[in-house]
């Protein structure tokens, strides 16, 4: 009977919170007044149990959803069963003033209208415990009225009265513009309004890319603050050090772009505080020969601006002087509370002929963005003087008329003048006819042994030639070709000409090539000659960079069949040389 009782009871019990599933709603807030930037509890209980959850899309106007958690509980009490469900939804304030929070509904039952009193946000004194917060941020700038591209600071500033924990500050981020952090955080201490507060400092620097109005939006602070509840137990307070979650803004600050100034004549756009040109050469003499190369590094410095602002500097080929440009590297540096612009470029001028040349002043417009007027940074003419080489001097100084006069006649193939032979020198050869005969008998002789003797000579050096000469010529030529080969393949340049060149002296051993110019000529191919060029480019310049020999061994595994052209005697030697 007992148990058919406590049965009875127990299907009974079910029923009844099965029954309780749609009962009234309740809510409430744990506070009714708090000050701008924390956070209020709203807490909504329905009888019985309820699965759905309640739709919060009426407070998204007034406030901003931190979070929501459920519970649900039954507790029988003298036999009588109550059953709940718990909502407990986190609402930060987004403006002070009188908020009214709307009903919410859940399924086919709506919570009561409440309202909650958002004070002002005040770092006085206050009236109260809620008339003010321990926590306020404050932002700035340097300048309201940029121009566009130009350096604008942001500085944001926490200013706190307690500790915080789990505190984060947004950044900011903007559509329009290119935004770096300066630094790290500062901190240090401050009064504010007879007050002192612990002041974390946070700096950026913003570029705006758009002319026209620029909003940087409110930073935003979530975080813990203790909770301000009076007990006076120190050792109770210990134990239970309750938090209260804030939220709080700063102020948006609004730009008014600036667009590039009319005055401003030069192609390119170039905002900043300060700009300064820097030179260096090497040698730095003022004289240089013939094929030696003079090198010049530029560098640019601009405080305000990044290194990838600064624009690109174009220089000429000036007659007698070859010019080869290397690329150009840009980088910034982050100082304590600016930054710095870095360009530099190097430039390697080759001297053909001998003579004074002037390298042309050259000018960098920048606009000056603290006086607003446009500046410009010289770096100021220089003359230079190229001499002959010493070889070539040395050759222009030994020719005397003489020589001169000799060379000509052996240019146009003319016979160089006879001395007659005087006639008492012939009457008397005559006279002695008998010593005559006998020394022209003994000439003879000597000159038929002569004869004999110069065709066995070159019988036997005809012999080695042939059979010993090509034999070793051949397996040298393949050894230093497999040598290139490998240099080109390991992308070593020097290695790759020295291998090449000696290769080709194997090869035209009559007459081997001076240089990859001269090579370049011989073998009358455009590609290989683009590849050469390139070799012969890369020896001058900016040996960091890699040069690629793969396309050079493809184009180049074999030399092309001897042929009877002559050399021409007026090929260049290369520029570079090992």
């Given at each position: 009977?007992?148990?058919?009782?406590?049965?009875?009871?127990?299907?009974?019990?079910?029923?009844?919170?099965?029954?309780?599933?749609?009962?009234?709603?309740?809510?409430?807030?744990?506070?009714?007044?708090?000050?701008?930037?924390?956070?209020?509890?709203?807490?909504?209980?329905?009888?019985?149990?309820?699965?759905?959850?309640?739709?919060?899309?009426?407070?998204?106007?007034?406030?901003?959803?931190?979070?929501?958690?459920?519970?649900?509980?039954?507790?029988?009490?003298?036999?009588?069963?109550?059953?709940?469900?718990?909502?407990?939804?986190?609402?930060?304030?987004?403006?002070?003033?009188?908020?009214?929070?709307?009903?919410?509904?859940?399924?086919?039952?709506?919570?009561?209208?409440?309202?909650?009193?958002?004070?002002?946000?005040?770092?006085?004194?206050?009236?109260?415990?809620?008339?003010?917060?321990?926590?306020?941020?404050?932002?700035?700038?340097?300048?309201?009225?940029?121009?566009?591209?130009?350096?604008?600071?942001?500085t944001m500033r926490v200013?706190?009265?307690?500790?915080?924990?789990?505190?984060?500050?947004?950044?900011?981020?903007?559509?329009?513009?290119?935004?770096?952090?300066?630094?790290?955080?500062?901190?240090?201490?401050?009064?504010?309004?007879?007050?002192?507060?612990?002041?974390?400092?946070?700096?950026?620097?913003?570029?705006?890319?758009?002319?026209?109005?620029?909003?940087?939006?409110?930073?935003?602070?979530?975080?813990?603050?203790?909770?301000?509840?009076?007990?006076?137990?120190?050792?109770?307070?210990?134990?239970?050090?309750?938090?209260?979650?804030?939220?709080?803004?700063?102020?948006?600050?609004?730009?008014?772009?600036?667009?590039?100034?009319?005055?401003?004549?030069?192609?390119?756009?170039?905002?900043?505080?300060?700009?300064?040109?820097?030179?260096?050469?090497?040698p730095e003499t003022k004289?240089?020969?013939?094929?030696?190369?003079?090198?010049?590094?530029?560098?640019?410095?601009?405080?305000?601006?990044?290194?990838?602002?600064?624009?690109?500097?174009?220089?000429?080929?000036?007659?007698?002087?070859?010019?080869?440009?290397?690329?150009?590297?840009?980088?910034?540096?982050?100082?304590?509370?600016?930054?710095?612009?870095?360009?530099?470029?190097?430039?390697?001028?080759?001297?053909?002929?001998?003579?004074?040349?002037?390298?042309?002043?050259?000018?960098?417009?920048?606009?000056?963005?603290?006086?607003?007027?446009?500046?410009?940074?010289?770096?100021?003419?220089?003359?230079?003087?190229?001499?002959?080489?010493?070889?070539?001097?040395?050759?222009?100084?030994?020719?005397?008329?003489?020589?001169?006069?000799?060379?000509?006649?052996?240019?146009?193939?003319?016979?160089?003048?006879?001395?007659?032979?005087?006639?008492?020198?012939?009457?008397?050869?005559?006279?002695?006819?008998?010593?005559?005969?006998?020394?022209?008998?003994?000439?003879?002789?000597?000159?038929?042994?002569?004869?004999?003797?110069?065709?066995?000579?070159?019988?036997?050096?005809?012999?080695?030639?042939?059979?010993?000469?090509?034999?070793?010529?051949?397996?040298?030529?393949?050894?230093?070709?497999?040598?290139?080969?490998?240099?080109?393949?390991?992308?070593?340049?020097?290695?790759?000409?020295?291998?090449?060149?000696?290769?080709?002296?194997?090869?035209?051993?009559?007459?081997?090539?001076?240089?990859?110019?001269?090579?370049?000529?011989?073998?009358?191919?455009?590609?290989?000659?683009?590849?050469?060029?390139?070799?012969?480019?890369?020896?001058?310049?900016?040996?960091?960079?890699?040069?690629?020999?793969?396309?050079?061994?493809?184009?180049?595994?074999?030399?092309p069949q001897k042929s009877?052209?002559?050399?021409?005697?007026?090929?260049?030697?290369?520029?570079?040389?090992?």
């Open positions: 009977m007992k148990k058919y009782f406590v049965l009875i009871f127990i299907t009974a019990l079910l029923c009844f919170v099965t029954l309780q599933t749609h009962a009234a709603l309740t809510a409430h807030l744990d506070r009714s007044q708090i000050t701008e930037g924390e956070t209020v509890q709203l807490i909504i209980e329905a009888t019985g149990r309820v699965s759905v959850m309640p739709n919060t899309d009426a407070l998204e106007k007034d406030f901003e959803i931190m979070g929501m958690i459920s519970g649900s509980r039954v507790n029988i009490i003298n036999g009588k069963i109550d059953s709940r469900t718990t909502w407990t939804i986190s609402l930060s304030p987004k403006h002070n003033g009188e908020l009214t929070i709307p009903p919410l509904t859940i399924k086919d039952e709506q919570t009561p209208t409440l309202t909650l009193h958002v004070n002002e946000l005040s770092t006085g004194s206050g009236s109260g415990p809620d008339a003010e917060l321990p926590v306020f941020i404050e932002t700035e700038v340097d300048k309201t009225d940029p121009y566009v591209q130009g350096m604008v600071r942001y200013f706190l009265a307690v500790n915080l924990s789990q505190g984060s500050l947004s950044e900011p981020e903007l559509e329009n513009a290119l935004v770096h952090r300066l630094g790290e955080d500062r901190e240090y201490q401050a009064m504010h309004e007879g007050k002192p507060y612990h002041v974390i400092e946070r700096e950026f620097i913003i570029f705006p890319q758009t002319s026209g109005d620029l909003l940087i939006p409110a930073p935003v602070l979530d975080a813990q603050i203790p909770e301000n509840i009076s007990r006076r137990d120190p050792f109770f307070d210990r134990l239970f050090n309750n938090n209260r979650p804030i939220r709080l803004r700063g102020d948006a600050v609004m730009l008014n772009v600036q667009p590039r100034p009319d005055q401003s004549q030069s192609p390119y756009w170039l905002p900043a505080e300060s700009v300064q040109l820097l030179e260096e050469w090497q004289q240089i020969a013939v094929g030696d190369p003079l090198t010049r590094h530029i560098t640019i410095q601009a405080m305000g601006v990044t290194g990838e602002q600064l624009p690109e500097l174009q220089f000429a080929d000036i007659d007698g002087l070859k010019l080869y440009p290397d690329r150009s590297q840009s980088n910034t540096q982050h100082l304590p509370q600016n930054i710095q612009g870095e360009k530099t470029l190097r430039l390697a001028y080759m001297p053909t002929q001998p003579g004074k040349y002037t390298l042309p002043e050259f000018n960098l417009h920048w606009w000056d963005i603290q006086t607003n007027q446009e500046q410009i940074a010289i770096l100021p003419e220089r003359t230079i003087e190229v001499i002959p080489a010493t070889g070539q001097s040395q050759s222009m100084s030994t020719q005397t008329p003489e020589t001169k006069q000799l060379q000509s006649a052996e240019s146009t193939h003319l016979p160089t003048p006879q001395h007659p032979i005087p006639e008492n020198t012939t009457t008397s050869i005559l006279n002695h006819s008998g010593w005559f005969w006998a020394s022209l008998l003994f000439a003879s002789l000597w000159f038929i042994t002569l004869v004999l003797w110069w065709r066995k000579r070159h019988t036997v050096i005809q012999n080695t030639r042939t059979n010993i000469t090509p034999r070793i010529e051949v397996k040298s030529s393949n050894k230093i070709r497999k040598l290139f080969l490998s240099a080109c393949k390991t992308n070593d340049a020097k290695k790759a000409r020295q291998y090449l060149l000696q290769w080709a002296a194997l090869h035209w051993p009559e007459s081997p090539p001076k240089g990859l110019k001269t090579l370049a000529i011989r073998l009358n191919n455009p590609t290989v000659n683009d590849e050469l060029t390139a070799l012969d480019r890369w020896l001058y310049q900016d040996n960091n960079a890699r040069w690629d020999g793969r396309k050079l061994a493809n184009l180049l595994s074999e030399f009877n052209t002559t050399v021409n005697k007026n090929d260049l030697p290369d520029l570079y040389s090992a």
